[in-house]
Every structure is written in C-alpha cells, then in structure tokens.
C-alpha cells in the first residue's frame, strides 16, 4: 500500500521542493498538502494533479481534525508557519499565536483520530538566536535565547513537540534547520529580494540601486532542495522526540551573499542602506554543526551556494520575462 504523505504549507518554498523530492524519489507515496483559499499556488502550479491538494487553515481546530480523518497519513511534514521575522516585529501576536495555535490543531486533531504517524515539526536556527562566539558552531545542545517573535513561536513549537513526545508518546523530529534559500523563495527574505531586485535592474525596471539592511549579520545557507532532501531522511531515521540541527556547517556575511549575486549580473549596481530594513534586535551570527544529524541519516549537502544563489537569480529572470510577477516599487523596499 502507499505510504500517505500529508505537507502543511505545500505553497511555500520548502512544501513544494518536498513535493518535487518525494515525487521523483519516492513514488510509492501519496501526497496531500494544504492550502489556504487566499494562498497564491505559483509555487505548486506545475505539480498538477500529481499531489491533492486541499484547503485548510490550520488555526481551524475543526478543519484540522476533519483533514486527518480524511486522510490518515503515515507521515507529516509540519512546515506551515508565518515565517518571516520581520513581519513577527510587526504583527507579533499573530506570528505566535497562529504558529502554536496551528501545531497544537494538529497535534491534538491526530490525537482525536487516534492515528499515529511520524511527525517532522520545521523548527529553526533563530530560535538560538544571541549566540556568544565561544558558543560557535551551534549544536543541539546550545541555549535558547530567541531575538524575536518569531523565534519565540518556533521555540514554543519546539516544546510541544518535545512535550507531545513525552506525554502521549507522539511521533515528532524536531529539526533545527538554518537558513536554506532556493527558486521560490519568497521575495520577502534578504538572498530572494536582493536577487529580484537585482532581475528588475537587468530588465530596465529599476534604477541599478539595491537597497540593503544590515550586511554585517552571518548566516549559515543551504539549498533547500538538500534540506527537503534531509526531512525526509529525518522521518526515515531520527529518534522520535529528539531535536537535529541542519545546516551546511558554512558561515557567509549578508554582504558576501550580496556581493556573489552581484558578480552574476550584467549590470553595474551600486548598493544603498534602507533603515526600514534594519530589525530591534538582529542575530548577529547564525553557524551550525550538523554532526548529529549526519551521525543518524548520513545527510550531507551537496549543492553548493554559488548554484543555489545562481538558480534563485535565474527564477527572478524568469518570473520577471513570463510576467508572472510585478516589479517591487522602484526606491521603497520592505
Ligand atoms: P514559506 O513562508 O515559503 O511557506 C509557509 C507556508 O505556510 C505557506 O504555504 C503558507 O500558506 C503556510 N501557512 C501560513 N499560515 C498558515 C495557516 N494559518 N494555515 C495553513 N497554512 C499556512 O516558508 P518556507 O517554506 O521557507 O519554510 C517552511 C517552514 O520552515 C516554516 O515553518 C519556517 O518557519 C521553517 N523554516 C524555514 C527556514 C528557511 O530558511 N526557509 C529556516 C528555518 C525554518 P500561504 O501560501 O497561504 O501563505
């Protein structure tokens, strides 16, 4: 029988490479992801009607419940979340209570359809957040000192699934995953603006400006298709209520990834700070040590940053020639 995949967040970057992943690797599953009715379903259009797809808003407690009972699956990839920090400072109390409120939907709706399948919680590095040098590189075992409201909601997700483990025996990974870019990334996010604003320039939209925030912060990228790559070698292998840092175990400077992208464009650019783009509190640096991770899946990364960067710069080409997107306003920037 086929395995059944359920993918919250399917319309997201992460949600649709998984689906692109488990499609080609994996064809003896059947998968189903949720949307929302106001969801924009770019990212899945190509899929067709190899994956069902079905809406629902997961801060529905009833929708929840009705969605497992429909399908009882035997995995889930619990990606959906309001996922931009930025946009946590500016609606903090969304971003916490609809992260919790949709794991706890989730949880409690498998509790109630008394199922019992194998859950992967997307948890993330910012939840480390303030990291003291001579606490580098992060592993499982670092503090928690989250530095914004979205770090907060993914650590309260990282305990109830720690917690739901513990009480009821439930099936959860928790997976600490730095930052992955790639095609489809949302525009919002620093290496995906900079690269469409950068596609905007090439293509005469804009003036050859990019507008930046802080360059300074240090970050630890992958490519979202190794990471997709990873949760599913984390359902696979991973000890159930137990935490896994992913990452490439590589450090780069925002400017370094600007500078990269740049180097890939025809045009001459010149760079200008935009104070709205700067946060309260930043995290100054983001490097993880994945040897845990590594040690129960055998996962490597494979795909180097220069092709992640170049192929999201591409997709920005791309979506800009077939007119699949509007140009961002020529001076402001989020
Ligand atoms: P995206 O922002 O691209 O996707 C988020 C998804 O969540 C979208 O499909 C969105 O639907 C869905 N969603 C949001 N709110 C709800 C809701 N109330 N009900 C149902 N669905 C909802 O994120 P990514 O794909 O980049 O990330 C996936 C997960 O991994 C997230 O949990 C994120 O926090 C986490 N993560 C990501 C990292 C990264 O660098 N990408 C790093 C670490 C963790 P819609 O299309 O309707 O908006």
Redesign the pocket.
Known sequence: MKKRVLI????????SHLADYLLKEEPGVEILG???W???THNVAHLGKTVKLVD????DAVACINLLKGFRPDYIFH?????YVLDSWVSPAATIT?NIA?QLNLFEAIRSCEISPVIQV????EEYGKVYEHELPITEKNPLRPLSPYAVSKVAQDMLAYQYYESYGMKTVRTR?F??EGPRR?EVFVTSNFAKQIAEIEAGLREPVVYVGNLEAKRDWSDVRDVVRAYWLAVNHCNYGEEYVIASGVTRTVDEMLQLLISQSRVKIEIRVDEARLRPSDVRVLHGDYSKFKAATGWEPKISFETTMLDLLDYWRMMLKSGAVTTSAATTSR
């Open positions: 919250t967040g399917i319309t997201g970057m992460a949600g949720t949307k929302r106001r969801s924009n629902c808003d997961l801060t990606l959906a979340a309001q996922s609809d949709m997307a948890l993330s590095s995953t930052n992955h949302g």
